[in-house]
């Protein structure tokens, strides 16, 4: 099948801590792989912090979604216009991982945990001035145009902005995926989220869809504590100054919960030195969950694990891409999952710096680039 390549307008990270917009040229698919027109593109503090850290260039973004602009051989099921959204944690189908079931730990194409050369779609799919230029995530989603694995890619026929659509892939999935495929959150539980942003508030939501019978939501943000409340937060208590340990929220939450803790606390704040506050949430033998991915080394004291409390770190929600966003989608339709008033703020690619700052200065729970 022949294809022309595409000139795309991008934003691309220079290795020391800034980004520019530039125009790239966007080869065809090879085999087993596809070209995306990304349609609308989600901000992450992810992308933020890859800007800042990586030391390399690359093209931001990984939650995107689009239509399908061309298609390499050997690709089944997948066709010219198909609406899809991008996964940036690719499976291989083959490797220990995948074949346990854990294919967002995949050993082959994870960018997290894998080698993470094998997810990459062929080197030269995106290049300026000649040169090749590696996609983040795999994906390169604040782009107009990007090519990918088949396997990243996900096909709905769902009637759903693509604004809203585009953070499925990781936000939503890595919220909602924290409670329901790791924590498996029975119904009836009491629940505590901290941090109520993007990724809290999907924590939030998922722990209503799932049963939970009293929900506390605790931020920093009075006006936050609001938005939790209209996703599902039956409570909310403002984190106090100083309690770096938790342990005045602890007994707050304590007197909410029949005097033992809390069944399930999520941690989403991605503040190391709030690292193992959950575990002071929770009651014996309750389940604490660090949905924000914190890296760096925390000390803990071993008291709060007393007794038989269990402490999960769970990448991407455990997320089975091909089962799961069908699947949110399918709620997003029935009214259940609020994924349109996540979207706080929609930017063009031309003044993504304001999204990017909105987002590091709480002014947004979700900012999405909208292509034209």
Known sequence: MTHSSRQS????????????????????????????????????HTDWDSIQNWNKTFVVGHEGAGVIDAVGEGVQGLCVGDKVILNWSIPCGHCFACQQGNVHICENHSPVCGNGLCGHAHAGATTQNGQSVERSFHLGTLSEYTVVK??????????????????????????????????????????????CGGVGLNVIQAARISGARKIIAIDINQERLAQAKQFGATHGLISIQDDVDFLLMRDLVRKMTDGRGADYAF?????PALGSAPLALIRNAGTAVQVSGI???????????????????PLYGKCNPQVDFPALLDLYISGQLKLDELVTKTYSLENVAQGFDDMLNGRIAKGVVVFS
């Open 267 to 271: 941690e989403c704040t991605a503040i």
């Open 295 to 313: 890296e760096q080394r925390i000390d803990f004291n071993c008291e709060l694990f007393e007794w038989d409390k269990i402490y999960l770190n």
């Open 9 to 44: 307008k991008a934003i691309v990270s220079n290795g020391k801590g800034q980004y520019e917009q530039v125009t790239l040229t966007v080869m065809p698919p090879q085999e087993g792989e596809v070209r995306v027109k990304i349609l609308a593109s989600g901000l992450c």
């Open 150 to 195: 088949a396997a990243a890619i996900v096909k709905f026929e769902h009637d759903v902005p693509f604004s809203s659509a585009s953070i499925v892939g990781c936000g939503v999935m890595t919220g909602y995926g924290s409670v329901v495929n790791a924590a498996q959150l029975k119904a009836g539980s009491t629940v505590c989220v901290i941090g």
